[in-house]
T-cell receptor
């Protein structure tokens, strides 16, 4: 158990809908990262937050957004969903966000029908 | 552009048959190389971090080594429970991780 929690574990929805994925980092970690994993693309970095502020963006679509709250939990919002958004979404956390080890949560499996 | 390439894509071993997985990288100013293990449908599990050429780290049947251009994950006398996908990654923009596509390892009894 990494100490990172994610909810829900599974999500099934329809094209065009909007969903929210939630992540709670390990106790004491200030940085949260979101990654997407699909069969053909591997693990792709989406976005990073550090202590409530956006720090870096990766291959995140404009339809996706995220935020980190004062209690340091984070939410990833996916809107206008398409079939191709079906994937595993992982959250990771690290102490400071400065290149130290990232610990991953169990993931949310999203299926868009 | 920073790149991480892992080989082979898949590896099948008999129990007890030692082997090595390769991770080659092109990055300016390495700030660490990370190895993770991932079981199907689960989150990556941290194994090792290496920071400088010549560094080695061990955990049970696994040993990770680092040179200036690549890292190896050596698996000694593997057991079926070592079957998993092994991922390597290097930090890039904002210290997020750039992952290779992984090596899928199957160890048969």
């Amino acid at each position: 158990d990494s100490g990172v929690t994610q909810t829900p574990k599974h999500l099934i929805t329809a094209t065009g809908q909007r969903v929210t994925l939630r992540c709670s980092p390990r106790s004491g970690d200030l940085s949260v990262y979101w990654y997407q994993q699909s069969l053909d693309q591997g693990l792709q970095f989406l976005i990073q937050y550090y202590n409530g502020e956006e720090r870096a963006k990766g291959n995140i679509l404009e339809r996706f957004s995220a935020q980190q709250f004062p209690d340091l939990h984070s939410e990833l919002n996916l809107s206008s969903l398409e079939l191709g958004d079906s994937a595993l979404y992982f959250c990771a956390s690290s102490a400071q966000g400065g290149g130290e080890t990232q610990y991953f949560g169990p993931g949310t499996r999203l299926l868009v029908l | 552009e920073d790149q991480v390439t892992q080989s082979p894509e898949a590896l099948r071993l008999q129990e007890g048959e030692s082997s090595s997985l390769n991770c080659s990288y092109t990055v300016s100013g390495l700030r660490g190389l990370f190895w993770y293990r991932q079981d199907p449908g689960k989150g990556p599990e941290f194994l090792f971090t290496l920071y400088s050429a010549g560094e080695e780290k061990e955990k049970e049947r696994l040993k990770a080594t680092l040179t200036k251009k690549e890292s190896f994950l050596h698996i000694t006398a593997p057991k079926p429970e070592d079957s998993a996908t092994y991922l390597c990654a290097v930090p890039y923009s904002g210290y997020a991780l750039n992952f290779g596509k992984g090596t899928s390892l199957l160890v048969t009894p």
